[in-house]
C-alpha cells in the first residue's frame, strides 16, 4: 500500500471520527445523566454537585441524578467513573484527591489517563481554624506563640490521606517549621468537630463548612489558604498577605469522564457548566459562603489539573505523604 494510499485513509478515518463524534454530541443526551460525588452527602463537594445537577439538567434538558458513592479518599467513586462507559453520561465530580492519588497510593485500582477534566464548577477557599480559646489572632501569631513555647507537639485533623486538610497539614509544616502531627478522620466534619471539641489543635476545612461555625463563635479563623480574600469574611487574611504564600489549596470541585468520550460531548457538557454557574441559583447558593464559581473552558481546566499534579505532587514528596 503507497503513501498516497495510506495517507487518504488516514484522512478518512479522522472524518469519519469527527463526523461520529458530532452525531454522538447531536443524539446527547437522550437519557438521564449520572454525576458520581465520592464523598458521604453534605460536605463541599455535595453541595455544589446537587445546585448545579439542577441548572446542568435544565440547560441540557436532561434529568442529572446525583449518586453519593463514598470511600478510600473518593477512590472508590473515582474507579466506578473511570470504569464506566465512554459515552457521556456518568460524570466525577471531583477534587484535588483526583490529582494526587496517585501520587499518594500504590494501589490506585484506575489510571489517571482513564479519566479526563471537563469543567470546573467552583472552587471553596479552605480556612486553617482552631479552638476559640486560642489566643492568637491568626496564623502569624500562632506560629509565633508555638516557638515562643516551646511547643513539641500540635495536632492537625485531616480527612484521611490525600484529602485537603492533609496537603494542608503537610503545608504548615513545611512552610513554618511547626511539629505538625496529622491525625486522620473519616470526613473533614469530623476532622473540624474535634477541633470545636479541642480533641485537636487545628485543621483546615472549605469555607461552605468553617464560616458559619466561624461566625458562630465555635471555631477562630487563622487564615484562608486561597489568594484571594473571602467574600463573606474579608476580615480573615490570606495565607499570603501573612508571610506563606506556598501555603496555598482550596476545595476545588470539578467534573471528570471516563477518557474516551467523545471531545464534541464534552465540550457541550463544559459550556453547560459554564452557563449554570451564572445563573442566579447556583449563585445564590455559592456566594454566601464564598465559592468561586468556575468559568473555565475545557482546555483551560486541564491544564489547571496538571499543573496542580506537578505542584502538589512537590508537596507530597517534601512531606513523604503516604497512604493511611
Same mark, same amino acid.
Given at each position: 500500500?503507497?503513501?498516497? +494510499? ?27 445523566? +449520572?454525576? #458520581?460525588? *465520592? ?29 453519593? /458513592? ?5 477512590? %472508590? ?47 471553596? $477557599?479552605?480556612?486553617? &481554624? ?11 501569631? !500562632? ?12 495536632? !492537625? ?7 485537603? $486538610?492533609?496537603? %494542608?497539614?503537610?503545608? %504548615? ?18 476532622? %473540624? ?15 461552605? #463548612? ?5 461566625? @458562630?463563635?465555635?471555631?477562630? @479563623?487563622?487564615?484562608?489558604?486561597? $489568594? ?5 469574611? *474579608? ?12 501555603? /496555598? ?20 457538557? =463544559? ?10 441559583? &447556583?449563585?445564590?447558593?455559592? =456566594? ?27 508537596? &507530597? ?8
Amino acid at each position: 500500500m503507497n503513501r498516497k +494510499t495510506l495517507g487518504v485513509l488516514a484522512l478518512s478515518a479522522m472524518a469519519s471520527m469527527s463526523t461520529s463524534g458530532a452525531h454522538a454530541a447531536d443524539a446527547w443526551p437522550s437519557h438521564p445523566i +449520572t454525576i #458520581v460525588v *465520592p464523598f458521604a452527602p453534605g460536605g463541599a463537594n455535595d453541595l455544589v454537585a446537587r445546585v448545579f445537577a439542577k441548572k446542568i439538567g435544565e440547560e441540557l434538558k436532561a434529568d442529572v441524578i446525583v449518586e453519593n /458513592r463514598p470511600g478510600a479518599g473518593a477512590v %472508590v467513586g473515582s474507579a466506578h467513573v473511570a470504569r464506566s462507559k465512554p459515552d457521556g453520561y456518568t460524570y466525577l465530580v471531583a477534587s484535588n484527591g483526583t490529582v494526587t492519588n496517585s501520587l499518594i497510593r500504590s494501589d490506585q485500582p484506575y489510571k489517571d489517563e482513564e479519566l479526563t477534566p471537563v469543567a470546573m464548577m467552583g472552587v471553596a $477557599p479552605s480556612i486553617i &481554624v482552631t479552638p476559640p480559646s486560642n489566643s492568637a489572632k491568626d496564623l502569624k501569631e !500562632f506560629v509565633e506563640n508555638a516557638k515562643k513555647a516551646g511547643t513539641t507537639r500540635i495536632t !492537625f485533623s485531616t480527612a484521611g490521606s490525600g484529602s485537603t $486538610p492533609d496537603f %494542608v497539614g503537610a503545608m %504548615v509544616k513545611q512552610e513554618t517549621g511547626l511539629p505538625i502531627e496529622k491525625i486522620p478522620y473519616k470526613s473533614g466534619a469530623e476532622g %473540624v468537630t474535634a477541633v470545636i471539641g479541642a480533641q485537636t489543635d487545628m485543621t483546615s476545612e472549605a469555607s461552605i #463548612v468553617t464560616l458559619p461555625l466561624i461566625k @458562630a463563635g465555635k471555631l477562630k @479563623a487563622l487564615a484562608t489558604t486561597w $489568594p484571594e480574600k473571602l467574600a463573606a469574611a *474579608p476580615e480573615i487574611k490570606t495565607t499570603a498577605e501573612l508571610g506563606y504564600p506556598n501555603i /496555598r489549596i482550596g476545595h476545588w470541585e470539578g467534573l471528570y469522564a471516563r477518557a474516551g468520550t467523545p471531545a464534541a460531548i464534552l465540550d457541550k457538557m =463544559n459550556a453547560a457548566v459554564r452557563e449554570a454557574a451564572k445563573s442566579k441559583e &447556583v449563585l445564590d447558593t455559592l =456566594n454566601p459562603s464564598s465559592i468561586m464559581p468556575g468559568t473555565q473552558t475545557r482546555a483551560e481546566f486541564i491544564k489547571f489539573t496538571q499543573d496542580e499534579h506537578v505542584r502538589l505532587g512537590k508537596v &507530597v514528596q517534601q512531606g513523604h505523604m503516604q497512604a493511611d
